[in-house]
């Protein structure tokens, strides 16, 4: 019932930024917990960032940590991800992710539901 589209994917050079969003189709948006995944090829699927259902919580795990920005805007079901100072090794398939937690989602196994994903090529 509870739907992920991601967009804003593309090819960018090292250095530059990119947006992500993803709408959320609905009505428990303003209850769930969201995160960003990400997953490069012959590579694990890994946590990106993540933020609270009130917005008021947001965690990173060092890779991304002070480059990307996850904010979210319940007004239109819409979460966003601010990729600043890209890397050639943040390619991957970026997948939005969410689930009923009251916390936050910092791992694949408290994901309830996924998009389909959106590709970022970072060259150098």
């Known amino acids: 019932q509870v739907q992920l589209v991601e967009s804003g994917g593309g090819l960018v050079q090292a250095g530059n930024s990119l947006r992500l969003s993803c709408a959320v189709s609905?009505?428990?948006?303003?209850?769930?917990?969201m995160a960003w995944f990400r997953q490069a090829p012959g590579k694990e699927r890994r946590f990106v960032a993540t933020?609270?259902?009130?917005?008021?919580?947001?965690y990173y795990p060092d890779s991304v940590k002070g480059r990307f920005t996850i904010t979210r805007d319940n007004a239109k079901n819409t979460v966003y991800l601010q990729m600043d100072s890209l890397k050639p090794e943040d390619t991957a398939v970026y997948y939005c992710?969410?689930?009923?937690?009251?916390?936050?989602?910092?791992?694949?196994?408290?994901?309830?539901?996924w998009g389909q994903g959106t590709q970022v090529t970072v060259s150098s």
């Open positions: 992710a969410t689930g009923p937690v009251t916390a936050v989602i910092t791992a694949t196994q408290d994901v309830a539901y």
């Open positions: 933020i609270s259902a009130s917005g008021s919580i947001r």
């Open positions: 609905g009505r428990t948006f303003n209850n769930y917990a």
